[in-house]
């Protein structure tokens, strides 16, 4: 059974710093991402990675924000620096066992399974 479990959210002072993780079980997964939604907002591609890799990050958080995947451990992790009152959001963890182009890492279309999510509040 696939399940996808976030932690590390919290509320941080903007230009603080902030470290999710997300611990998958089952199979090994060909990518996974992070995304976050605010309140009255569509979901957006934050960043993702390969199995082998290889990431992309959204233009709005990089230079910020960094993904990064622990296969043996199969736990997925986004280091965010500089946060900013527009990072708040709910954080979610994504994962495939598909193939993806690297384009279409950060569309939501592209992933099969999803987190519950962990809340990011970043106050000015």
């Known amino acids: 059974q696939v399940q996808l479990v976030e932690s590390g959210g919290g509320s941080v002072q903007a230009g603080g710093s902030l470290r999710l993780s997300c611990e998958a079980s089952g199979h090994t997964y060909s990518a996974m991402g992070w995304f976050r939604q605010a309140p009255g907002k569509e979901r957006e591609g934050v960043a993702g990675?390969?199995?082998?890799?290889?990431?992309r990050h959204a233009d709005s958080v990089k230079g910020r924000f960094t993904i990064s995947r622990d296969n043996a451990k199969k736990t997925l992790y986004l280091q965010m620096n500089s946060l900013k009152p527009e990072d708040t959001a709910m954080y979610y963890c994504?994962?495939?066992?598909?193939?993806?182009?690297?384009?279409?890492?950060?569309?939501?279309?592209?992933?099969?399974?999803w987190g519950q999510g962990t809340q990011v509040t970043v106050s000015s």
């Open positions: 990675i390969f199995d082998d890799g290889r990431t």
């Open positions: 994504a994962a495939t066992k598909g193939t993806r182009s690297w384009w279409s890492l950060l569309l939501p279309v592209s992933f099969d399974y």
